[in-house]
């Protein structure tokens, strides 16, 4: 959709071909490109396995690929709050007890804070929740949107799952979060090859802020809830 490339740090042999089968050469496994492009074997560890998104674009070009820009029109960006907002100052993104993410918005940057639970060992029942920190620049994550999107999920095993994102041409439900707001709105996909656009209720295009833009894909069954005011909650359900 977005003329990207795949770099990866584990698959299985049937999700190896997958990736494969839809990308081609443009799926590129840890095993393919040695550091700088990919740093670290430990792909079982969530900070096992780095990649440096210049390394690996030189390489892709390296390589005798195609590596110009992509076409990317559809998206809007202004700095102007939408009107019609509702208090949206957190968001906490379940996908089950104990794996969960929590969006909170800081005034002072303008942005969504990342935080994540932590626990003391894993047969723990408490937890508490921790800034997520960029370990290059010790920074706590932070983004200008926070976006749900509805999608279908077809199960093909218990940790394998197709989402149906090319085949939404009509519109399915979103909600968006920026500047300390919640809307409510639609997402689809024009046609194949092209972006995912995002809409307010009216059906015009919903201006994101400018910046970085995080995307939560929830099962169609999901539950979405305000717990508190101005702290709303989706809990992961398929399909």
């Known amino acids: 959709m977005y003329g990207g490339v795949l770099g990866y740090g584990s698959a299985d042999n049937d999700t190896d071909a997958v990736l494969r089968g839809a990308l081609g050469d443009y799926a590129i496994s840890h095993h393919q490109a040695p550091c700088p492009v990919f740093c670290g074997e430990d792909t079982h560890s969530a900070t096992g396995v780095f990649a440096d998104s210049a390394a690996l674009s030189r390489y892709v070009s390296e390589q005798g690929l195609d590596n110009s820009p992509a076409q990317l029109d559809g998206m809007r960006f202004s700095d102007e709050l939408p009107a019609g907002g509702q208090n949206g100052r957190g968001v906490n993104i379940l996908f089950n007890f104990f794996n969960r993410a929590e969006w909170r918005y800081d005034p002072a940057s303008g942005r969504y804070l990342r935080w994540i639970e932590y626990m003391e060992n894993e047969d723990s029942q408490e937890f508490e929740m921790i800034p997520l920190i960029d370990s290059v620049t010790s920074r706590q994550l932070a983004f200008s949107n926070v976006v749900i999107i509805s999608a279908y999920y077809t199960e093909l095993a218990p940790s394998a799952h197709e989402i149906d994102i090319l085949g939404n041409t009509r519109g399915l439900p979103a909600v968006f979060f920026r500047d300390g707001q ?25 201006a994101l802020k400018p910046g970085s833009t995080w995307v939560v894909i929830a099962g169609f069954s999901s539950s979405f809830r305000e717990i508190e005011p101005g702290v709303w909650e989706l809990f992961f359900f398929l399909p």
């Not at 639609?186 to 059906?203: I, K, L, N």
């Open 182 to 206: 919640k809307f409510s709105g639609t997402w689809a996909v024009a046609q194949a090859g092209s972006p995912m656009r995002f809409y307010d209720e009216s059906g015009a295009d919903f």
